[in-house]
Structure formats: structure tokens, C-alpha cells
């Protein structure tokens, strides 16, 4: 079968494969340098760095205050992942559920600021939350980090409470059970998996946006990847390798979530799941 | 007062059942404190900031605009955005179909897929500190040209810096969307072609494209809208103050430099027009091309 493929399909199928591979070999060298960067003593003119250390992590540490910024980080990825599943999975099981009259128009509501980059609305976002004084602290910080994330929750959990048989939760009514013990007894319990991967692709994308953080943020309120942004920035007062061993300890943050995430969700899901709804 | 009461539900339900009848009743409320939610802190801030665009510090209610399209420093960065995000689609999303026709049919299609999710995961910062350092003058890339014998190339703190950062961030997203659209087609009508002697190429064309071409519109629109508002690379990894000052940078310095929301909010509705200008463009453009064949597909 193979051999009967003309020269030219095969020419092809050899072009897209090193592209692929051309692709994937940069994405991990350019993660690569970081890491090894992170780790080497001086590194110039040279395939790797004349020695190896750990001490631009504890310099790291200090430098940026790196325990203060990682509390204010898990403070407030953990408020984003609990407000948004309490906002979200509600409102999904309506949508679910329900057929009223608007309901196409609210999905679009919740389709929009996922569509819509947050660079777009971030600054009158941002302008409207000083202004209610709930800029530059981390209550703003979370406000506007819930604006995407409740949406997706909703738009996610849709088509998993759709799987589950109604008939279940009549059963449960008949049996007297009012809409909050259906929901703690009955329905959370059941949609435990899709809760799961929900909030931990929220948290996952929390910890990595940046703009809304950004623009929200006040000195005390800044998450791991503004301070990253804000070092990266002002290379050459801090060393390189300070920088790159924060840099990894963001990373790590983020990609021990993704591992978590990836067992419970397949990678196309991630920009898909909720795609699907736009079409 | 009892007759009324007892004739009225022959002629109209109670308020209650009527609801329920349009299925509006417990359940259905527990949608809106979402919808709530994002009418305050997304819908009010749009209008809000479309408002207070008008409202400028001084001058008639266009003077921001009027500025924004008087002062070359100010509108050539819509310019510059579009240089950098229309080659970056076209790039991330005409690449992502080739590769995802000979992906989709790959035993280890998950080991790819989670390799591509890494870069997404990671953010822009990241993946600008990372690219620093591998394209920089003594990074790995223009080593690598060295052997080769190509010789030094900069390829950061310019155009081709934020480029590359546009098309290692977004590439994994654009491809993973065809992917997942591509596999959404039901394979036996590629077969039924085969079958009847369509070739690879005529099989693309004929069958694949046409079906394909709702979920590239919407691909590309995603892809554009995300390209058009980079802003950490553009700093980082561009010349934010040359040819990468895009207009998020013009949007961020109205407000945090100069602390003026009411330009701040003309530059971020500038750039919201573009964005929705581009994606009415394209979702013309395919109703224009595959008029009637649009449909299927995902079934």
C-alpha cells in the first residue's frame, strides 16, 4: 500500500512531518534554555553553562519576594476556581435543563468575554473597579479574573449535565428533595469528573493570565506571572538567571495542575470544549 | 372578589404556571447570578468605557478620536498590529490544515497534543523569557545557524521576535481547534470519494474544504482577535517604542502613563471596532465562498 503512493504525496507527508517536528524541537529548546539557564553559574559563547548551581533559586527567592507573591497567587487562583465553580455550575445546570425564552441570548452573553481578547476589555474593565475602589487589590484582582472564567465553567459544564438522565433527578424530587439537597446529595456527587476538569482548567488559566492580573493589580496584589512579566521587563537589573529560576518555579506551578487536568480531560479539549459552542 | 378568582384560571393561569409553562420557574433562576455577574463586570464596563470614550479631559465629544486618528504615533499602531496579526493567522492557520490532515490519522495523536498544550499553558510571558534567551545573539537557535553556516541572525527585539512569539503561542491553539473540527467529519464521506476514485487532492478540495471552511472562519477569527491584542511579547520581545508598538501598548500607556481612561477607553473601543470589522470580514467572505455546502459536517 505504502510504495503505491506517488512520489509527490510522499515528498509531502516528509514535509508536514518535519515541520511538526521542527515546530515541537523549538517549543522545547526554548523551554529548555530557561531551565538550563536557571541552573548555570555564567553562561556565554557556549552550547551550555560553565558550571552548574541552585543558588539563583534561593536568590530568586528573596529578590522577589517569592513567598509573598506565591500566596497571593494560591489566594487567588483558589478564590477564582471557587467562585467560578459556585457561579458557573448553577447557572450551567438552568441552561441545562431549562428551554426559556432568551436562552440562546444568554449563551451568547456567556460566549462573548471568551471570545473577546482581555486586553480588549481589561482597561475599562479595570477603570470601572477603581473607580467602585476595588482596583489595585486583590478583591479587584479576583473580580477580574472571574469575568472569562465564570463563563467557561458555565459553557463547560453544559453539555456534562446534559448526560446525565433527568430521571435521576425527578426521582429525587419525588422523593421530596428540594433544588439545594439535589444538587449536594444528587447531582455534584454525580458530576464530580466534569466539576473536576471545569475548575482545573480555571485554575490553570488563572495562573497564567496575565493582562487582567496586570491591569488590576496594585503592589500587593500582584500574581507570579506579573512579577514575571515586570522581571522580565527590567532585564539587566536583575541577573538573567534569577529571573529564569522564577521562571521555572512558574512554570512548575503551572504544568503540575496541567498534568493533573490532562487526566481528566483530552489536550483538544481545552481550547475546543467551549469553541464548539460558537459554531 | 371570589367569582374572579374562581373564573380566572379558566380564562388565564396564574403568573406561576404560566411561567412554568415558557420553563421559567426555581431552576431556571439559578442562572442568574451568573448572568448577573457578567452584565455588571463585563457588559457595563464595555458600555461604560464606549461612554466615557465620548467624555473626553477637553475638547468636543470626538476629540479623543480625533487625536487618536491626527497623531501618526498614535494611529500607525494600528497599522503595526495588523502586520503583525494578519501574517500570524494566515501563518498559524493555513500551516495548522496540512498537519492536522496527516495528525488526525496518527496512532500517538495524544502524546503530540499534550506536547502542544504545553506552550498554551505556559502564556506569552513565558514563552517571551524563553525565546530571549533561545534566539538571542548567543542562545542555542543562532548556534545552531553557525554550524549550519548561515551565520548570526537578530531575530529578537524586533518584528520577527514578537512573530515568532505570535506563532509558538498561538500555532498549538489554531492547530488543536482544526484538529478537533477535522475529526468532527464523518470519515466514510472521504471513503465514499475514495471509492469512487477522487484523489488525495481532489478529495481536499471537493470534500474536506467545503466542509471545513465554517470551522477555518471561525478558527481564524479566534486566532486574529488573539493576535491583534498581543501585548506582553510586543514589549518584551519587540521594539514596543519602533515597528512593534501595537496598539494594546498605546491602549495601556493612555491609562497607566498618563492616566487618562477616556483616551485609554477610545484606544481599547479602536481596537475592539478592528477586531469585529476583521471577523464580519471573514464570516462574509466564507458565506461569499461555500454558500449552501457549509452545512454537515459535525452533524
Known amino acids: ?279 | 372578589m371570589s367569582e374572579a378568582a374562581l373564573s380566572k384560571p379558566t380564562e388565564r393561569p396564574p403568573l406561576r404556571v404560566r411561567l412554568a409553562l415558557r420553563d421559567i420557574d426555581g431552576v431556571t433562576l439559578l442562572v442568574v447570578p451568573a448572568v448577573v455577574f457578567v452584565l455588571l463586570l463585563f457588559i457595563y464596563p464595555f458600555a461604560y468605557g464606549l461612554v466615557l470614550s465620548f467624555l473626553p479631559k477637553k475638547g468636543g465629544w470626538l476629540a479623543n478620536y480625533a487625536k487618536f486618528f491626527s497623531d501618526p504615533f498614535l494611529y500607525d499602531t494600528i497599522w503595526s498590529t495588523f502586520r503583525l496579526a494578519i501574517p500570524a493567522t494566515l501563518i498559524n492557520v493555513l500551516v495548522s490544515v496540512p498537519i492536522a490532515l496527516r495528525v488526525r490519522h496518527m496512532r500517538h495523536r495524544r502524546v503530540l497534543t499534550t506536547l502542544l498544550v504545553v506552550p498554551i499553558t505556559l502564556g506569552t510571558v513565558l514563552i517571551a523569557q524563553g525565546l530571549l534567551i533561545y534566539l538571542g545573539p548567543q542562545g542555542w537557535f543562532n548556534r545552531v545557524l553557525a554550524v549550519v553556516g548561515i551565520g548570526h541572525v537578530r531575530l529578537v527585539h524586533n518584528y520577527t521576535g514578537v512573530m515568532l512569539s505570535l506563532i509558538m503561542s498561538g500555532f498549538p491553539f489554531t492547530f488543536l481547534l482544526t484538529l478537533s473540527y477535522l475529526t468532527g467529519i464523518d470519515p466514510s464521506l472521504e471513503q465514499a470519494a475514495a471509492t469512487l476514485g477522487a484523489k488525495a487532492r481532489a478529495r481536499f478540495v471537493h470534500i474536506l474544504l467545503p466542509l471545513l471552511a465554517q470551522g477555518l472562519a471561525i478558527n481564524m477569527c479566534l486566532s486574529f482577535v488573539q493576535t491583534f491584542s498581543v501585548f506582553p511579547s510586543a514589549v518584551l520581545l519587540g521594539a514596543p517604542a519602533g515597528e512593534t508598538r501595537v496598539i494594546s501598548i498605546a491602549a495601556y500607556q493612555a491609562a497607566y502613563e498618563q492616566y487618562d481612561y477616556s483616551m485609554a477607553s477610545a484606544v481599547a473601543m479602536i481596537m475592539g471596532f478592528c477586531q469585529l470589522g476583521v471577523v464580519i470580514l471573514i464570516l462574509a467572505g466564507r458565506n461569499f465562498l461555500y454558500r449552501g455546502s457549509a452545512a454537515g459536517g459535525k452533524g
Open chain 1, 1 to 279: 500500500m505504502q510504495d503505491d503512493k506517488p512520489a509527490g504525496e510522499r515528498l509531502w507527508a516528509t514535509v508536514v512531518w518535519a515541520l511538526v517536528i521542527f515546530f515541537v524541537v523549538n517549543v522545547i529548546a526554548t523551554i529548555a534554555a530557561v531551565g538550563v539557564d536557571s541552573f548555570g553559574t555564567r553562561w556565554f559563547n557556549s552550547w551550555l553553562p560553565a558550571g552548574f548551581t541552585t543558588r539563583w533559586y534561593k536568590a530568586a527567592w528573596e529578590e522577589f519576594q517569592l513567598h509573598d507573591v506565591l500566596i497571593v497567587t494560591f489566594e487567588v487562583v483558589g478564590a477564582v476556581v471557587l467562585l467560578s465553580g459556585l457561579l458557573g455550575v448553577p447557572a450551567a445546570y438552568a441552561l441545562a435543563r431549562r428551554n426559556f425564552p432568551g436562552k440562546q441570548l444568554m449563551i451568547l452573553l456567556f460566549l462573548l468575554p471568551m471570545m473577546i481578547p482581555p486586553i480588549t476589555f481589561g482597561i475599562p474593565l479595570a477603570t470601572v473597579l477603581y473607580q467602585a475602589h476595588l482596583g489595585g487589590n486583590m478583591s479587584g484582582v479576583i473580580l477580574a479574573n472571574l469575568v472569562p472564567t465564570v463563563p467557561f465553567v458555565v459553557l463547560v459544564m453544559i453539555p456534562f449535565i446534559e448526560q446525565i438522565d433527568p430521571r435521576i433527578e425527578a426521582a429525587a424530587r419525588v422523593f421530596g428533595a428540594g433544588t439545594g439537597r439535589l444538587f449536594v446529595h444528587v447531582l455534584v456527587p454525580m458530576l464530580t469528573p466534569g466539576i473536576l476538569a471545569a475548575l482545573l482548567l480555571v485554575l490553570v488559566r488563572t495562573i497564567a493570565m496575565f493582562e487582567l492580573t496586570f491591569f488590576t493589580a496594585g503592589p500587593d496584589s500582584q500574581t507570579l506571572v506579573v512579577t514575571l512579566y515586570y522581571a522580565v521587563g527590567a532585564a539587566g537589573v536583575r541577573s538573567n538567571q534569577s529571573i529564569d529560576a522564577m521562571a521555572v518555579i512558574y512554570m512548575l506551578t503551572t504544568l503540575v495542575w496541567l498534568l493533573i487536568a490532562l487526566r481528566f480531560v483530552d489536550p483538544t479539549q481545552i481550547v475546543t470544549r467551549v469553541k464548539k459552542e460558537a459554531v
